[in-house]
T-cell receptor
């Protein structure tokens, strides 16, 4: 099983450019999440989706949008990238909301 | 709001035992999780405690005391491959505050 698959693994954007981070899971999980990880700050929740068709803001949603395309896929979009969005982004899914997350391998994003 | 505290760094000797502590302050509490993350890798789920006491999974054990808002991860028979960052995470009710992660403890295992 692939688990949680994220693409791309690395990306460099110029300020103001847009991009979509893709995430797919093959574990039939209902809950999916997008986190960002910055040095010394742990993991912070951007958006989550408790089930297909629902999305909710997390701790740091500004500058991001999400789409829960179906049960497998949950994408994160940066409409106008800013240097403050330079980070490592992780997608995760879980069978039960809030516990036992399976994480993807991450996307290392640099905005210049 | 939510806050978690864990030591930023811990060093231990191969073959020894190490304990990584986590104290938390949250509005409501469902459970405490632990994750391992190697440099450049993704976090990996280790354990989840909802009730007080010790839970053992192989060389790793996790403890919770809800009355003290405290938990720890115990790693026994340390191996070099255990060198990684370890995050505690609290699951609590209400809105988006479902899971809050600590800032992580970097464990270095030395020969």
């Amino acid at each position: 099983n692939a688990g949680v698959t994220q693409t791309p693994k690395f990306q460099v954007l110029k300020t103001g450019q847009s991009m979509t981070l893709q995430c797919a899971q093959d574990m039939n999980h209902n809950s999916m999440y997008w986190y960002r990880q910055d040095p010394g700050m742990g993991l912070r929740l951007i958006y989550y989706s408790a089930s297909e068709g629902t999305t909710d803001k997390g701790e740091v949603p500004n500058g991001y949008n999400v789409s829960r395309l179906n049960k497998r896929e949950f994408s994160l979009r940066l409409e106008s990238a800013a240097p403050s969005q330079t980070s490592v982004y992780f997608c995760a899914s879980s069978e039960e909301e809030g516990r036992g997350y399976t994480f993807g391998s991450g996307t290392r994003l640099t905005v210049v | 709001g939510q806050s978690l505290e864990q030591p930023s760094e811990v060093t231990a000797v191969e073959g020894a035992i190490v304990q990584i502590n986590c104290t938390y302050q949250t509005s409501g509490f469902y459970g405490l999780s632990w994750y391992q993350q190697h440099d450049g890798g993704a976090p990996t789920f280790l354990s989840y405690n909802a009730l007080d006491g010790l839970e053992e999974t192989g060389r790793f054990s996790s403890f919770l005391s809800r009355s003290d808002s405290y938990g720890y991860l115990l790693l026994q028979e340390l191996q070099m491959k255990d060198s990684a960052s370890y995050f505690c995470a609290v699951r609590s009710p209400g809105g988006y505050q479902k899971v809050t992660f600590g800032t992580g403890t970097k464990l270095q295992v030395i020969p």
